[in-house]
């Protein structure tokens, strides 16, 4: 059963942002050069650039086309951009432009403050993956929303693919809200 009061409370921990530095980038020479860096071409075509501060990675394609993640804010992710801009310049690879940046995921995990019946749930819930032999949270795709769902008996949850903060908690505020509607249920 739920708890009447619930409290909300979520932290994005990771955006996954990809972009572009419009501009062919000489992976080999950055892997020879760079420190931090990962490149094997017959397992994989992109450099994993692994950034210290803020503690973010991004890959790195021969294109200029870019994936960051790890940031948990906007500024973590301009702020990498920033220092990948900055170790091309080491290598004579000026970037000109302002990438343009575009939020693919936003990944936030919290509490709503309810202890969950994932048994129930997953009979009552539509939309819903729940094994318990194979995994202990629930998954659950919300409805009219691109939010899905992980779902712990404690309270404790996981919200994936949603693209801004505002979607995020609009989606865990419907969350909340169709949670209560299926537990008061008898």
Excluded: W
């Excluded at 990944?107 to 202890?115: E, K, L, R, T």
């Amino acid at each position: 059963m739920a708890k009447k009061t619930s409290k909300k409370e979520i932290t994005i921990v990771n955006i996954v942002i990809s972009s572009s530095l419009e501009k062919d980038i000489p992976l080999e020479k950055m892997a020879a050069t760079l420190p931090n860096t990962e490149y094997n071409p017959e397992q994989f075509p992109g450099l994993v650039l692994r950034i210290k501060d803020p503690q973010t990675s991004a890959l790195i394609f021969s294109s200029g086309k870019i994936v960051c993640t790890g940031a948990r804010t906007m500024e973590q992710v301009e702020l990498s951009i920033q220092s990948i801009i900055k170790s091309l310049k080491k290598l004579n690879i000026h970037v000109t432009i302002k990438p343009k940046v575009t939020v693919q995921n936003i990944v936030a995990s919290g509490s709503i403050g309810m202890d969950l019946n994932l048994n129930v749930l997953g009979l009552k819930l539509p939309n819903t993956e729940y094994e318990p032999e194979q995994f202990p949270g629930l998954v659950h795709k919300l409805k009219g929303t691109n939010a899905t769902f992980l779902l712990f008996s404690n309270g404790k949850i996981v919200c994936t693919g949603t693209k801004t903060e505002q979607e995020v908690n609009e989606a865990t505020d419907l969350l909340i809200e169709r949670l209560k509607k299926v537990l008061e249920k008898p």
